[in-house]
């Protein structure tokens, strides 16, 4: 027998073959658990960023790596032409015409303002006569847009005294009014404000925060 013999039992043999098949199972198991993991991360992917109908591999190259941001360089024709100005096409579209002015303040109120002048300037400098308007002319138009309006009402209770009954007891009748009550206790707001801010939140879709 020689010096760097090696001797194994029988019993030895089984049981490095009984590790040896163990391990084999082991790693079948752990190769399916990466795949089935493989294919969740798959369905996560394709349910956040819609690419439900687009291939593997834009999502998992070699079923361990992400992929989700090669898809140009993956597709891309490296032999293709470069596109020019007479190459690309562009669909055509029919564009809708602009409305005019009188259809875009056909429901807007009209105030007209009168460039009049001076009861000095009605005076004619050549006879002394006065000027008489004989007609307008349309110069201009313009929107005009006042933006929403905030004040503050403030309510006085008013007080009377009887001066009679003053004269009479030398003690004054006094009577106070009574202020409507407050929609809120120690709160500015009224029922116009209240108002106001329900519509902005819940018609309007403005946030609490923003209206502040």
Same mark, same amino acid.
């Given at each position: ?11 030895? $043999?089984?049981? $490095? =073959? ?10 079948? /198991? ?7 993991? &493989?294919?969740?991360?798959? &369905? ?6 819609? /690419? ?12 361990? /790596? ?20 007479? #190459? ?5 579209? #029919? ?28 005076? %004619?400098?050549? %006879?002394?006569? =006065?000027?008489?308007?004989?007609? =307008? =002319? ?8 006042? +933006?929403? /309006?905030?004040?503050?009402?403030? !309510? !006085?209770? %008013?007080?009377?005294? %009887?001066?009679?009954?003053? #004269?009479?007891?030398?003690?004054? &009748?006094?009577?106070? #009014?009574?202020?409507? +009550? ?13 108002? &106001? ?16």
């Amino acid at each position: 027998m020689g010096k760097n013999t090696v001797v194994i039992d029988k019993n030895e $043999l089984e049981e $490095l =073959k009984k590790v040896a098949h163990d391990l084999a199972e082991e790693n079948a /198991q752990l190769r399916q658990k990466l795949e089935r993991m &493989n294919e969740l991360l798959l &369905n996560a992917q394709r349910a956040r960023f819609g /690419q439900s109908s687009e291939r593997t591999k834009y999502v998992m190259q070699g079923g361990t /790596q992400l992929g989700l941001f090669n898809e140009a360089e993956a597709e891309q024709d490296h032999k293709a032409v470069e596109p020019t100005e007479s #190459t690309i096409v562009i669909p055509e579209h #029919t564009r809708k015409a602009k409305r005019t002015v009188d259809e875009l303040t056909a429901s807007l109120p009209v105030k007209e303002v009168l460039i009049t002048l001076s009861d000095d300037e009605l005076i %004619c400098d050549k %006879c002394g006569g =006065k000027y008489e308007m004989i007609g =307008k =002319k349309l110069v201009s138009r313009r929107l005009e847009v006042i +933006p929403r /309006q905030c004040y503050v009402v403030e !309510y !006085y209770s %008013c007080s009377y005294a %009887c001066k009679s009954c003053e #004269t009479k007891t030398g003690y004054a &009748n006094i009577v106070t #009014t009574v202020t409507p +009550p407050m929609l809120m206790k120690h709160s500015l707001a009224s029922a116009s404000t209240v108002a &106001n801010v329900m519509t902005q939140k819940y018609v309007d879709g403005l946030p609490l925060a923003r209206q502040e």
